[in-house]
């Protein structure tokens, strides 16, 4: 155990004895939090972040989900110091700035030997029970500091978060005031850690069904759909141009079941722009098949294509459009880097574009075929 370590941990020890904050270091994190609650029950409760400054930001928030939570995010100021703005949760997207009065910057506060450390007050107005077990949430995000004094600054989506419960009523302190100070002054390097009193309650989605739900879907939409509605006029195969749109098919709904796991883990199911469209996508693709039956049957029946071939061809071709588009914003809400997005964006563009064209001059040259019979 190195000496910044240690001198961390027997401070805390030290703490624990006289004024039994409680300490959580999320497993295989390096961000910390204690926290401390008043004796007195003027409902008060202390709280540190203690992070690398390789975070552009750290968010610690009162809830067991971001929509509704009192969110507090730290962030280096650019100037030595730290900036914590209260937020309000309001679901997977950007908090909002909340009530700014009712937290306070403790001394202790500042950027030491690389890391971040807030020690904050946060004057509790009745909206939450500190008496007890207490849902709590984090997230986090690397990059560039913010390096800005403004508590609205525009913010980045989160790389990870965690959830977990603090059982606060072993966190009593004696006195109403900061119980932060002295540990702060300590260097610190702690690398994880458990305490008693927190239990995780809800870790990171599995990173792999993420990639798994992603890459399905953009082989689905960028490629299968679009070749497949091809196979038809290119070889006049009914059977093959079915059997390879079933493929798809089936891969689309099981992309989505990964889909629907992840967002619920994540609490956002149908609550953002790319989880609602692609349930409108996914359900309306779940016609095809039908039309595609009902558009066969009425051809072989006029030896020209119906109404029901209209409506299935350009349905479909609508729907692929969407699902490209969606794929988009997928990406966005993940918050991948610009490349993904770009490339993304450049080999779905180019799909679309190529199989518009195509399906464009296609239906031109058909229509005067059957025009001409």
Not at 119 to 148: C, H, Q, R
Not at 182 to 194: A, L
Request: charged share 15%; hydrophobic share 40%; aromatic share 10%.
């Amino acid at each position: 155990m190195n000496t910044k370590k240690f001198w961390f941990l027997v401070t805390l020890g030290v703490c624990q004895v006289s004024s039994s904050p409680v300490s959580f270091c999320p497993e295989d994190s390096d961000v910390c939090f204690q926290w401390a609650v008043p004796e007195a029950g003027n409902e008060n409760i202390y709280f540190q972040i203690d992070a690398p400054t390789s975070y552009q930001w750290i968010g610690l928030g009162i809830g067991k989900k971001m929509a509704g939570a009192a969110m507090f995010l730290m962030y280096e100021d650019g100037q030595g110091n730290v900036t914590v703005s209260n937020r309000d949760g309001k679901g997977h997207s950007m908090p909002l700035l909340g009530d700014q009065d009712s937290i306070s910057l403790l001394d202790g506060s500042g950027v030491k030997d690389g890391r971040m450390i807030a020690n904050v007050l946060y004057k509790n107005s009745g909206n939450f029970d500190f008496s007890g077990s207490s849902d709590w949430i984090m997230a986090k995000k690397e990059g560039t500091p913010l390096a800005s004094v403004d508590p609205d600054v525009s913010i980045a989506v989160h790389d990870s978060h965690s959830a977990f419960s603090v059982n606060l009523a072993q966190a009593s302190v004696a006195l109403d005031s900061n119980p932060f100070s002295e540990s702060s002054d300590e260097e610190s390097d702690v690398s994880g850690g458990d305490a008693t009193g927190v239990t995780e309650t809800n870790s990171n989605p599995n990173t792999n069904l993420i990639l798994a739900h992603g890459v399905i879907l953009t082989v689905v939409f960028v490629a299968v759909y679009p070749l497949g509605s091809l196979l038809m006029p290119w070889l006049g195969k009914w059977y093959i141009h079915g059997a390879w749109q079933m493929v798809g098919f089936l891969a689309m709904w099981a992309g989505f079941g990964i889909g629907y796991v992840v967002s619920s883990d994540l609490d956002i199911f149908f609550d953002q722009t790319h989880t609602r469209l692609g349930v409108v996508v996914v359900a309306l693709l779940g016609m095809q098949p039908i039309l595609g039956l009902l558009h066969h049957i009425q051809y072989r029946r006029q030896g020209m294509r119906g109404a029901f071939g209209h409506v299935h061809i350009w349905y479909g071709r609508a729907l692929i459009i969407m699902g490209m588009v969606n794929g988009g914003l997928g990406l966005q809400l993940t918050g991948a880097s610009d490349v993904y997005v770009i490339v993304y964006s450049v080999v779905a563009g180019i799909s679309a574009l190529t199989y518009a064209a195509y399906s464009t001059f296609k239906a031109i040259k058909t229509e005067k075929t059957e025009k001409k019979k």
